[in-house]
């Protein structure tokens, strides 16, 4: 974990540093060539400064240890931060689809950049695709939805520099201000609906869910596994940062001693240490065969994975 958090970091600075440069240069640019487009990009590169503050911050909570206030760790400040830059991006997008309508509603001018204008956009487009691509990289290496989630963002920051130079070309060839208008229209619907799939996707997190049934299944088939247990069921698996705490009762013979049912509750940890990978803790509670209740099934049991 200490490894993981310091490649957060590092990746969070280089965002940092990359969209101070880029945020200067768009800004500077667009002033100097009468771009307005151009200096809001500018400006929503000062946003990706902010959201990589963020990163930057979650990184340092994550890598404090266990306490008394939160014996599980601090893993879930990721899953927070990844949601506030959710929510940047919608406000982001929100903005951008206000500001495209309204010009559309009343039919305001469109500036076009000059050549100065258009060679701050292209640096913009390859920086920041470097930049996305080197935090993709990060986030599935490290298994990082923060990072992830910053990825996306540089990538809708690519689409949005590329739309606002593509858009303005193609004004400048037809004389068609309009196009710029339209481009900007549809990016600002492609951010809305992936600042909302980052929400989906950190909310089921926040609320413990867990959409991958595959794991579940690979729990059942580690506890048949061990002989003398059976039965598994109230099994829940939510996740922390990266890592799987795991809860679930099985059922043992219960004319065996207390020592024996203990040996066949670690012989059940490890066989699901072997079959899931990065556990952070696991809960194996021990019942007398034939005495689970119906009521008592909270979590999942074989049958009830199947009927999903």
Request: net charge negative; charged share 20%; proline share 4%.
């Amino acid at each position: 974990m200490d490894e993981r958090t310091r490649k957060i970091k590092r990746a969070s600075w280089l965002g940092i540093m990359g969209n101070a440069f880029l945020s200067l240069l768009k800004i500077s640019a667009g002033f100097y060539a009468n771009s307005l487009a151009l200096v809001g990009d500018g400006i929503d590169s000062l946003s990706d400064i902010v959201t990589s503050l963020i990163s930057l911050f979650a990184a340092r909570i994550m890598a404090a240890p266990p306490d008394r206030e939160h014996p599980w760790g601090h893993g879930r400040a990721e899953t927070i931060a990844t949601r506030m830059i959710g929510f940047a991006m919608f406000t982001a997008g929100f903005q951008l689809l206000l500001s495209t309508v309204r010009q559309l509603m009343s039919h305001e001018g469109s500036a076009l950049p000059g050549m100065a204008a258009m060679a701050a956009a292209l640096i913009s487009i390859i920086l920041k695709t470097i930049l996305a691509a080197y935090k993709g990289i990060m986030g599935r290496q490290l298994e990082s939805s923060l990072l992830i989630a910053d990825a996306r963002n540089m990538r809708n920051d690519v689409f949005l520099s590329t739309a606002v130079l593509l858009g303005l070309l193609i004004s400048h060839l037809t004389g068609l201000p309009l196009f710029d208008r339209i481009i900007a229209l549809l990016l600002s619907i492609y951010i809305l609906i992936s600042a909302i799939g980052i929400f989906r996707e950190s909310g089921s997190e926040l609320m413990d869910g867990m959409e991958d049934p595959d794991l579940y299944k690979r729990l059942f088939d580690a506890v048949d596994l061990v002989p003398g247990a059976s039965n598994p069921h109230r099994c829940r698996i939510r996740k922390i940062s990266t890592l799987y705490d795991i809860d679930l009762d099985i059922e043992v013979d219960g004319n065996i001693t207390v020592s024996e049912s203990h040996h066949i509750a670690n012989q059940v940890e490890e066989a699901i240490r072997g079959k899931l990978p990065r556990i952070f803790d696991i809960m194996v509670h021990v019942e007398p065969a034939g005495t689970s209740r119906e009521e008592e099934q909270y979590g999942l049991s074989p049958g009830g994975l199947e009927e999903k």
